[in-house]
């Protein structure tokens, strides 16, 4: 407890200074647009590290295996497409929002079309963001997640967000991104040399009869990228689907806007490409490792604790339990600023119209409360209102990353743009409206709205006269 009271302070110490440095609209939303490489890609770092890719990445390991480590890898696919074909000429444009994107490369219409998808969206995925801190919170105070633990975990990020920023933000996603590595590589280290005696009487306790070998790599179960419960299919999917989001994702694309030229931006998606996967082999690692050998030693770890959380609970030692437990908080944490500012700015910016800095703190405090008031209502409202992300990758990635490449080259008729768009995100939206009432669909309607969006793209483009 008091190691989070600790970290708390010194993310209160980042956000006041900053709040004196915030000078105009470009400092507040894209941190004066003059971030070097080292602090772009830690913040990009930070950024994906979020709930789905370490509390989700580990879960997703106790019921599929090592192939869970596609979340990330297909991730750092999409980030290689991102540098070699999006990251400079984004840069270059000079935008401060994705939907400016838009603008700029289609016209107003489009600006507006996009940023009130992600803007609306984005609320949900912030909510869901709260729900998850403050889970973790409710497990350190030793209670289950209820109405304290939302408070607290919205008024954290609210109030720093509020205060400083995108310069906040972006020092804060540093601090985080080496708390989360080293508390993540200390676990890690742990399970593997120290934890086999932990393993040992752990698999004992609970009858395994490979007590001996307990630790021990080979004991975890089969290494493949594919196995029968996740194929080559799943992956095709998941590569379209989730590698869009990283390919051009309101967020990751956030973090090439407050680099100071395009060159930085490059290199910090290069290299993060290669850091996530370093990060998704150690998660997938530690789910496995619970999932063996954690299960079993307490009741409580039983009941249903996420991984991670059985590790830190029943596992390691006080130090790096604590240390683990501050670098999820981190992990968690530094998705739920990013899209707080990023909504508020696209609300702010593309929607009203305003690059005032006082609307943009304001919004900053109306959508994190909505999205705190969702977060206690449940799990339900929450689907609901994330079900429009579904309408982002289907919708918009395929056209917009079009228009940007052929910016300048080609004519976009935009007619034909803006029905691809439509097209694309109604399927992949109909199935998140279905899925709410209990009716299945085929799960490649995403994939055929990908298609479909992107023909439409591609059939917008006129070639320029000479």
Request: net charge positive; hydrophobic share 60%.
């Amino acid at each position: 407890m008091k190691l989070l009271l600790i970290y708390f302070l010194v993310l209160g110490f980042i956000c006041v200074r900053d709040w004196f440095k915030v000078k105009n609209f470009d400092d507040y939303v894209v941190a004066g647009r003059k971030q070097t490489a080292p602090f772009v890609f830690m913040s990009l770092m930070a950024t994906v590290l979020g709930a789905s890719a370490t509390v989700g990445i580990a879960a997703r390991a106790e019921s599929i295996g090592f192939a869970a480590f596609w979340w990330l890898g297909v991730g750092a696919i999409g980030f290689w497409f991102q540098a070699a074909f999006l990251s400079k000429p984004i840069h270059d444009l000079d935008v401060r929002t994705l939907p400016e994107l838009a603008e700029k490369t289609v016209g107003k219409v489009g600006r507006k079309l996009v940023g009130f998808i992600i803007a609306v969206s984005w609320i949900g995925i912030i909510a869901a963001q709260f729900a998850a801190v403050a889970g973790f919170i409710g497990l350190v105070l030793g209670h289950d997640a209820g109405t304290m633990s939302v408070v607290i975990t919205a008024a954290i990020v609210i109030v720093y967000t509020l205060l400083g920023g995108q310069l906040s933000v972006v020092r804060t996603d540093a601090l985080q991104f080496g708390i989360l590595t080293v508390g993540f590589a200390a676990a890690a280290i742990y399970c593997m040399v120290a934890g086999n005696g932990v393993a040992a009487e752990a698999a004992s306790s609970i009858g395994n009869a490979a007590g001996n070998a307990a630790g021990s790599v080979a004991s975890l179960g089969e290494f493949s990228l594919l196995n029968e419960k996740f194929g080559i299919t799943d992956l095709a999917m998941m590569l379209f689907t989730v590698g869009g989001a990283y390919f051009l994702g309101p967020d990751v694309i956030s973090r090439n806007l407050v680099a100071k030229n395009a060159s930085a931006a490059k290199k910090a998606v290069i290299v993060g490409s290669f850091a996530i996967l370093v990060f998704s082999v150690i998660i997938v690692y530690l789910g496995m490792w619970a999932h063996a050998y954690a299960g079993g030693i307490s009741a409580v770890a039983a009941g249903g604790v996420n991984p991670l959380f059985r590790l830190a609970s029943n596992v390691l030692p006080l130090p790096l339990a604590a240390l683990l437990s501050v670098g999820l908080l981190s992990a968690l944490l530094s998705s739920a600023d990013t899209c707080l500012i990023n909504s508020a700015a696209i609300f702010g910016s593309d929607i009203l119209g305003t690059k005032r800095i006082a609307v943009v703190r304001i919004l900053v405090v109306i959508i994190g409360l909505i999205a705190m008031i969702l977060a206690l209502g449940g799990k339900d409202i929450i689907a609901l209102l994330t079900m429009a992300y579904s309408v982002y990758t289907p919708g918009i990635v395929a056209p917009l990353a079009v228009a940007i490449i052929a910016h300048k080259k080609f004519i976009i008729k935009k007619n034909l743009w803006y029905a691809g768009v439509c097209l694309g995100g109604l399927f992949g939206l109909i199935p998140a409206i279905l899925s709410t009432f209990k009716i299945s669909t085929p799960d490649y309607m995403p994939h055929i709205g990908i298609a479909i969006s992107l023909i439409f793209a591609l059939a917008s483009l006129r070639k320029k006269s000479c």
